[in-house]
């Protein structure tokens, strides 16, 4: 989750009567996490969600604190915005590459400090990382607004057109920044199926941006810069409008005036961006108390909601019609009007207790599996086996060390693994426990062990997962006839059936000391002394017997619907 | 006064009386050997050595006896201080070994009555020292006379000196210690042990011991008694001779090693018991796949496909050598699912990124497909199994481990129900103190986490996560009631109940650690 900083003395400064550990300890209940408190430096680290990118600064946590606090209620509003008169003309050009565009301007007396410029672009990569989708969906410009001569056109240029980007002194043309500057080989992909490129310039034709991949040097931000000019482009209008609503909020707060911008399209319609009329939904009577299992009246209700920076008025039908900002991009359904109410409520004001704990009368009960699983459990436990667990996801080396002379190709591996350690799914569940005691060779002897595991094959073309069971005993003088008294005792304390074993030959098991499970003449596991070979790949000196059974096939055998009290 | 003095006297037999009837009712075999040889020889003290010579016993089973046997006053103990003497090496290998003097004494027999003679002769080989030396002893024996460089033998040559006497001895028996030796054995072994390569003494430390007055009475009272029976055996029952024997008492207090023994483990055990508790409160288990259709692992829940969690590096996606698609639900399901999507997330939805088989980055999917097919009124499930991450396991994090997951779905079901779900959970588990705090999860909304306090650890801890089913994942699969949901990471709490700090232990399979771990937690 994306982190931001927020400054101790701007939450006090934000509340001068509130103690500052009330103001920390109410953080979590407006859904932040706190990762950290740095009293050094004066700041507290605060991890936000995704879903709300008006997190991504100390100004939009501050704003919704204050909701919570009651020190400014309702709907944040952008005042007195002024129509900047500037333009920015959409070519048709850039249709099916990066169709939007929007903006606005901002001024005000004082020059940016550092420290909101750090916030600005902290804000801005983590708008970019999430709305944005890795800048693929939306992508931000901030400019200088007094380096740039309206009206601006959003147009496209072909590989070899060149520009100074961002922190550059020389041109480089659009194919050396894609093929040679690291944002260039970042984002590059996201305009991998043009030939044409998104440019923002002004009306003398300097570069503004390259979306979404850089900047133009001409119109950087810095520390005495006062007049700010924000773009988004994006391949989703939406999209585009959230996150410019984000912006201007943040800049409001900053102490800017804002100044709307013309979009024009190459079929002459014009917009003026930002848009940033409170959006509303309509939220039926009852509704809210229902799902939050809460009493509140309607009067109430609408006060939860001020405090969570939103408002409402209730219709005449008794609906509730609710208003949010702009940039609660996280509301679409009714289910997030409530839980602003719960939060506005405040999320410890609920009663939590054992008593909310809905008395409706269920019966619980295991899972068939569970049950047969510990019944096996149980016996084995009591033939002295210890119950180990290994992962599923297993090294291929594993695999091989114990078929040998197999071609195991009908393994499920993992897509890109990043490590040999993680590279397939385990086809058997003896393997694994020769791994564990191969981890084991300084404990005592004998050791008898068991694993109830899945396992994973593909099968007439199909992913076939199954529980499997495997049992191991070593020590220098297991053999045959321990391990298959074993399987036999198993069999018949558990569920007071035979098995039979006929002889068949296995790679892995040493030659005449092997034979096939039948259970009902169908084959449910095997069982032998492992073979040397195997039992050195494993790199242990002592003799190994196992046997493994599909506990699925002896599941589907044993009928397991017969299973009865009485 | 006297009547008293009486009493008291008579309580002190009594008691010593007392003493000694559980004397040889807790006598250990050991302690009988022992008490029996120091019996033999009462009055005398006897060494470590001797008592293990005599005894059969080893040295181990011997200071146990005699830590026993002086607890109860049986015996008396002294660290002795001893000097062991015995014949140097070099002397015992020689199998005709004579002390000088009387090699003279057979060389003058032999008719050489010349000192120069004697010293040539091949008993003494020019060794013209030893002669004058033996010349000296012969003398202090009395055995020769000597003069004008001539010797003559005397009638005493028959006797053996007193140091032939001891030298013969420690032959014999191999050494002797100091303190044993008597008189004249004592004047032989200091004159001896002037003389150059005779002798050999060693200082050893040896304890002895010597059985008391009541360890005298209490033997002879013992050995009055019928022969005690070291075992009842079974020859014993059948014949019945068990009427007429007495058992020894044998130690029952000594600690014995622990036995071998099969066990369920620790992780599956501890799940079990969880489960047992989410049983008691009504919830029902149910099971799935581990291997999920992107679709269910994702698209049913409401995560978009351009979500970040989709990546591959976060989640494993499985391939095999024909690519298998993961079967998806019926059309109209896709089709609910899909327009739900693009009301919402505003982008094209594609079936091809449904179908990837992934390994389930949760274990909701088996929730929601639970759900969908079954679309209870009401209904109460869980389910404890593995999930998979495609993170850098670390001491914090596994790549595979178990997540919990409990659902609860009525006509009424509400946010304050879920809360105290939890908390009667939580209760039940033992933990008293909760909060909770709003966050985000993609599926659910409202969403809360609950931090629990933890007292070992004294601090807050981050437990479950919840929240109601967005009406975005159960309206598309005609699920029509509120559905509660909570769930997290197990091994989280077997971490805290295992007193682990490496969260990989549990999956390392170390059998001293699976042994280790106690059946119940008190």
């Given amino acids: ?566 | 006064m006297g009547i008293n003095a009486n009493d008291e006297e008579r309580d002190r037999e009594l008691s010593s009386a007392n003493l000694a009837k559980e004397s040889i009712a807790s006598l250990h075999p050991i302690e009988k050997n022992i008490l029996s040889i120091l019996y033999y020889h009462k009055g005398k003290w006897i060494t470590d050595n001797e008592l293990t010579k005599e005894s059969n016993l080893s040295i181990d089973q011997i200071r146990r006896g005699i830590e026993w046997l002086k607890f109860k006053n049986f015996i008396a103990v002294e660290d002795g201080i001893e000097f062991e003497i015995s014949l140097k090496e070099s002397l015992l290998k020689n199998d005709n070994f004579l002390l000088p003097e009387r090699k003279l004494v057979n060389c003058v027999k032999e008719g050489k009555s010349d000192i120069v003679d004697i010293i040539k002769s091949e008993a003494f080989k020019n060794n013209s020292k030893e002669v004058y030396s033996a010349i000296k002893f012969c003398k202090n024996n009395k055995w020769i006379d000597f003069k004008n460089n001539r010797i003559s033998l005397l009638p005493g040559i028959e006797h053996l000196s007193n140091e032939e006497k001891f030298i013969d001895k420690l032959i014999r028996i191999g050494s002797s210690i100091l303190s044993k030796l008597d008189e004249s054995e004592i004047s032989s072994f200091e004159i001896l042990k002037k003389r150059p390569n005779f002798i050999d003494v060693k200082k050893i430390n040896n304890k002895k011991y010597i059985i008391s007055d009541l360890g005298v009475s209490f033997f002879k009272e013992l050995s009055s008694r019928t022969e005690l029976q070291r075992k009842l055996t079974a020859e014993h029952l059948i014949d019945g001779k068990w009427r007429d024997l007495e058992f020894e008492q044998i130690d029952v207090e000594a600690p014995l090693p622990l036995l071998a023994y099969g066990k369920k483990n620790p992780l599956i055990d501890f799940i079990d018991e969880v489960k047992e508790i989410l049983i008691g409160m009504g919830f029902s288990e149910i099971d799935g796949n581990f291997a999920q259709s992107s679709f269910w692992n994702f698209d049913a829940l409401f995560i978009p496909q351009d979500h970040s969690a989709r990546d591959m590096q976060d989640t494993f996606y499985l391939k095999t050598i024909k690519n298998i698609d993961s079967p998806l639900p019926k059309d109209d399901v896709i089709k609910n699912v899909s327009s739900i999507h693009e009301q919402n997330w505003n982008y094209t939805w594609n079936i091809e990124e449904s179908k990837p088989y992934v390994l389930r980055t949760h274990t909701t999917p088996v929730t929601i497909q639970y759900l969908a097919k079954e679309k209870p009124e009401q209904d109460k499930t869980f389910l404890v199994g593995r999930v998979f991450r495609n993170e850098k396991a670390s001491f914090k994090h596994l790549v595979e481990f178990n997540q919990i997951e409990g659902i609860f779905t009525s006509k009424d079901a509400n946010l304050r129900q879920l809360m105290g779900i939890q908390t009667e959970f939580y209760a039940k588990m033992g933990i008293k103190k909760i909060k909770f705090w709003p966050t985000f999860f993609p599926y659910t909304e409202p969403s809360l986490q609950s931090m629990i306090y933890n007292d070992k650890f004294d601090k807050w801890i981050e437990l479950f996560g919840m929240g109601i089913l967005r009406p975005e994942v159960t309206v598309p699969l005609g699920i029509k009631n509120p559905v509660l949901a909570w769930g997290g990471g197990f091994e989280r709490l077997a971490m805290i109940r295992f007193n682990l700090d490496d969260i990989r232990e549990l999956y390392y399979n170390n059998l001293a650690w699976l042994k280790g771990i106690p059946k119940c937690l008190l």
């Fill in chain 1, 1 to 566: 989750m994306p982190v931001v900083d927020v400054r101790l003395n701007a939450l006090s400064e934000s509340f001068p009567n509130i103690h500052l550990n009330e103001i920390i300890e109410k953080i979590p209940y407006i859904g932040l996490d706190i990762e950290g408190l740095d009293e050094n430096n004066g700041i507290i680290r605060v991890e936000f969600n995704p879903n709300r990118p008006d997190y991504s600064t100390e100004n939009g946590i501050i704003r919704a604190l204050k909701g919570l606090f009651e020190k400014e209620v309702g709907l944040p509003i952008v005042n007195d915005i002024e129509e900047s008169g500037y333009v920015v003309c959409i070519d048709e050009t850039v249709d099916n590459v990066r169709p939007i565009i929007c903006a606005f301007a901002a001024r005000r007396k004082d020059p940016l400090n550092e420290h909101e410029i750090s916030q600005l672009i902290s804000m801005q990569e983590d708008l970019h990382n999430g709305v944005g989708r890795k800048r693929k969906k939306s992508s931000i410009g901030i400019h200088d607004l007094d380096h740039i001569v309206f009206p601006l056109l959003y147009t496209t240029f072909p590989k070899h057109f060149s520009f100074v980007p961002l922190d550059r002194e020389n041109e480089f043309t659009i194919d050396n920044i894609l093929n040679h500057l690291d944002v260039g080989k970042k984002y590059g992909h996201i305009l991998q199926n043009s030939d044409k490129f998104p440019i923002l310039i002004d009306s003398q034709k300097n570069v503004l941006s390259f979306p979404p991949i850089i900047n133009g040097h001409l119109t950087k931000i810095k520390l005495n810069t006062n007049s700010l000019l924000i773009e988004v482009t994006s391949i989703n209008e939406k999209s585009a409008h959230d996150i410019l609503s984000i912006l201007s909020f943040e800049l409001y707060d900053m102490g800017f005036k804002i100044y709307s911008l013309d979009i024009t399209s190459h079929s002459g319609e014009s917009i003026k961006t930002p848009v940033l009329k409170q959006s509303k939904m309509i939220v039926s009577d009852g509704y809210i108390n229902k799902i939050l299992g809460l009493n509140l009246s309607n009067g109430e209700l609408i006060k939860c909601l001020e405090r969570s920076r939103c408002s409402a008025r209730i219709l005449e039908n008794g609906d509730m019609e609710c208003y949010f900002p702009r940039y609660r991009v996280d509301i679409f359904n009714p289910v997030d009007i409530s839980e602003e109410i719960a939060i506005g409520y405040g999320i410890y004001r609920f009663d939590a207790s054992s008593s909310s704990n809905p008395s409706l009368y269920f019966s619980g009960k295991k899972h068939v599996s569970s049950l047969i699983f510990n019944s096996i459990r149980e016996v084995l436990m009591g033939l002295g086996f210890i119950e180990i667990i290994n992962t599923n996801i297993i090294s291929k080396n594993v695999i091989d060390d114990f078929f040998i002379r197999v071609d195991n190709t009908d393994l499920v591996s993992i897509e890109g693994s990043k490590s040999s350690e993680f590279e397939i799914l385990r086809n058997s569940i003896i393997p694994s426990i020769m791994v564990t005691l191969s981890k084991n060779i300084h404990e005592k002897y004998p050791q008898k062990l068991f694993e109830i595991g899945k396992t994973f094959k593909v099968h007439q073309s199909e992913l076939k997962e199954e529980w499997s069971l495997g049992v191991v005993i070593a020590h220098n003088n297991t053999n045959y006839s321990e391990i298959k008294s074993v399987l036999e005792s198993l069999m018949k304390y558990c569920f007071n059936k035979n098995i039979t074993t006929p002889r068949h030959n296995f790679d892995y098991y040493l030659n005449g000391h092997s034979a096939k499970i039948l259970f009902n003449e169908n084959d449910v596991g095997n069982i032998g002394e492992v073979y040397p070979q195997v039992i050195e790949n494993f790199k242990l000196r002592t003799l190994v017997s196992v046997f493994q059974i599909n506990l699925n096939s002896l599941m589907d055998l044993l009928d397991l619907k017969k299973i009865r009290y009485l």
